[in-house]
């Protein structure tokens, strides 16, 4: 071959190399689905995450069925007020024995962030998980 086509070959070789996806580690991709159900609130405190947290905290308790050993402590979900559309931002913090498995107990800031009033008492929802590291 001549010398030229071996330099386009490696030329080839590695535009491809570089052009190749980057591998993500698996823990950080996660299929996003969304639940739906009951939105209630609570006052916080020490919570199932080992956080102290304060009703003015945009905190939410999940489901204990959803909750196990804790490995949502700390990540963010998205929350959408079906009745009006409004959405906000809660951070997981704790668990909830009282609750389905599509439903959320949300600290009495969230619960108001989402233009529900407190003699609502109940909302419905529709929430996922935000990717890991996500911060509003």
Known sequence: MAPVTYLTLALAFVGSALAAPTPVAPELLQKRVTHSGR????EV?????GK????????VAIASSRFGGGDNCEQFVEIV???????AFGLVRDSCPG???GDLDMSL?????????LD???ISIDWHFKER???P
């Open 39 to 42: 939105g209630t609130f609570f």
């Open 45 to 49: 405190g020490l919570g199932a995450c």
């Open 52 to 59: 102290f947290n304060v009703d003015s905290d945009l905190i």
């Open 81 to 87: 007020n079906k009745k009006n559309g409004k959405h």
């Open 99 to 101: 609750c389905g498995s």
């Open 109 to 117: 800031s969230l619960f108001k962030a989402l233009g529900a009033s």
């Open 120 to 122: 609502e008492g109940v």
């Open 133 to 135: 590291g996500f911060k």
